[in-house]
């Protein structure tokens, strides 16, 4: 069965730093990740996606995440936070891409001025 | 263009009272999901369609839960003799094919009394 582990249900950073969500997987067949945003009060809006081409995938926002199958983990970074990236990140995988997505529990960013 | 659509946007009811949840998806995807988002978790698969395919029905939590889609078109999520439990968000998805990216409506946040 698929599993998605995101460590920290909130993070913390400063206006400007570096943003770090991480993410690991559990897998028996090389998988499709997603990271999902939602912002307050809205559905949820895909950031970006690895499909089994780069492993450094690159999203809307400046966000991007690199797949790393010996650690399995699928973890998303952004250089540098502003304040509208306040949100609930999720990170979903699913086996093959024909099925329904199996989602973290999400992490919370919040972007302290 | 538009996005998926569901309505209600919110809904409350008495414990012991049923609910219809209705979904819109995108013109010409052929794959809906329905999720359910419970305070502080991740989404939780519930069913999924396909084509005229039968539908995966392998996350819906208990009998009282279920789903119909008319061709490619509206699904309703249905409840009966809801519980406090069933409070959640209901978020509905939908994709082009099955394959890769589902897009999201805003959901149906359900409060049970």
């Known amino acids: 069965a698929q599993s998605v582990t995101q460590l920290g249900s909130h993070v913390s950073v400063s206006e400007g730093a570096l943003v770090l969500l991480r993410c690991n997987y559990s897998?028996?067949?090389?998988?499709?990740l997603f990271w999902y945003v939602q912002y307050p009060n809205q559905g949820l809006q895909l950031l970006l996606k690895y499909t089994s081409a780069a492993t450094l995938v690159k999203g809307i926002n400046d966000f991007e995440a690199e797949f790393k199958k010996s650690e399995t983990s699928f973890h998303l970074t952004k250089p540098s936070a502003h304040m509208s990236d306040a949100a609930e990140y999720f990170c979903a995988v699913s086996p093959s891409g024909n099925t329904p997505l199996v989602f973290g529990k999400g992490t919370r960013l919040s972007v302290i001025a | 263009g538009a996005g998926v659509s569901q309505s209600p946007s919110n809904k409350v009811t008495e414990k012991g009272k049923d609910v219809e949840l209705r979904c819109d998806p995108i013109?010409?995807?052929?794959?809906l999901y329905w999720y359910r988002q419970r305070l502080g978790q991740g989404l939780e698969f519930l069913i999924y369609?396909?084509?005229?395919?039968?539908?995966?029905k392998s996350g819906l939590p208990s009998d009282r839960f279920s789903a119909e889609r008319t061709g490619e078109s509206v699904s309703t999520l249905t409840i009966q003799r809801t519980q406090q439990e069933d409070s959640a968000v209901y978020l509905c998805?939908?994709?082009?094919?099955?394959?890769?990216?589902?897009?999201f409506g805003p959901g149906t946040r359900l409060t049970v009394t």
């Open positions: 897998s028996s067949v090389p998988p499709y």
């Open positions: 369609f396909q084509g005229n395919s039968a539908p995966d």
């Open positions: 998805a939908s994709s082009l094919d099955g394959v890769g990216e589902q897009y």
């Open positions: 013109s010409g995807h052929t794959a």
